[in-house]
């Protein structure tokens, strides 16, 4: 898949963190009309492994994965990202969970920004248009 649209310019990078499959799709078709390149972490592990390897835009983490807890892998990103590069990767929580000590552990923790579960197209837009439409 190019990392280009048909106007040559730049498509954005998105990974999703997130164990369930019925979620996973849902996060997919909420960002079909994105114009992005998506990949898929089914756990934490797996989610750090492709940070590594990859240079994201914008991350969409599952707060409750079967390994490690959604927080702790985005402390170790963040651990990453202090290469003197000065970029952060906006980190956008999805969670079920909605009270606002949740909401507020995630922020502590690194993460940008916080959405309810499921993700909608309607929420998918509003976060890509919040960190992505100014690059």
């Known amino acids: ?55 994201y835009d914008l991350i969409f983490m599952d707060v409750g994965l079967p390994d490690l807890h959604g927080l702790t892998v985005v402390e170790r990103i963040r651990e990453l990202e202090q290469d003197g590069s000065g970029r952060k990767t906006p980190i956008i929580a999805l969670t079920q969970h909605t009270q606002k000590e949740y909401q507020d552990a995630a922020l502590e923790y690194g993460m940008n920004d916080f959405l309810a579960k499921p993700i909608t197209e309607k929420k998918a837009k509003r976060v890509l248009d919040k960190y992505l439409r100014k690059s």
């Open 1 to 55: 898949m190019s990392l280009y649209n048909e106007q040559g310019m730049h498509k954005h990078k998105i990974l999703v963190v997130e164990d369930l499959e019925v979620a996973q799709k849902a996060a997919v078709s909420a960002l079909a009309d994105c114009n992005c390149e998506i990949d898929i972490a089914e756990n934490g592990q797996e989610a750090i492994s492709l940070f590594q390897q990859n240079k």
